[in-house]
């Protein structure tokens, strides 16, 4: 039987009819065309999926889209200023060389964003800890390590 939830998706208050067993990166990519979280794994050993759940960096593919009821979600696409203009976690990682193929930069750029808002002044443990979770088979990861030291001080020049 379905059931409708009410949650918002970056800022837009949304509601979703579900059957019960879709997962949050389901209604994002199928129901609301939100497909900057990608699917990499669906067993949450890749961090494609990561997105912002209630402040909480979740991972898309194991969270149950039926908890997200009256949730506040934010995407990769919740996190631009407008047309052209990156957020500066985004900036940073550029900057740094960390973006080759992208895959995996969404789901980075929303840990990172979760990160940064509990812990502004996360300390160099603190951020690899928080990216421990990420694969990329692209950058070999130093560059999204100084990508995310750069975002750190971005965000306080913001």
């Excluded at 879709?22 to 990519?29: A, H, Q």
């Excluded at 990682?93 to 808002?117: E, H, K, S, W």
Aim: hydrophobic share 40%; with cysteine; aromatic share 4%.
């Amino acid at each position: 039987m379905a059931e409708k939830i009410n949650l918002t998706v970056n800022g837009v208050p949304r509601t979703v009819e579900l059957e019960g067993w879709e997962k949050l990166l389901d209604i994002l990519r199928e129901n609301l065309d939100l497909t900057g979280a990608k699917r990499g794994c669906d067993d949450a050993s890749c961090g494609a999926c990561t997105v912002v759940l209630n402040g909480e960096a979740v991972q898309g593919c194991i969270t149950s889209a039926a908890k997200c009821k009256d949730g506040n979600v934010i995407t990769i696409e919740g996190l631009s200023s407008g047309v052209g203009k990156l957020h500066p976690i985004q900036q940073a990682l550029v900057d740094a060389g960390a973006v080759q193929c992208g895959y995996c930069t969404p789901g980075i750029v929303m840990r990172l964003y979760a990160l940064f808002n509990k812990k502004p002044d996360a300390t160099d443990e603190e951020i690899l800890d928080a990216l421990e979770i990420h694969l990329c088979r692209c950058t070999g990861y130093e560059a999204i390590f100084e990508g995310a030291k750069l975002a750190r001080a971005y965000l306080k020049k913001a």
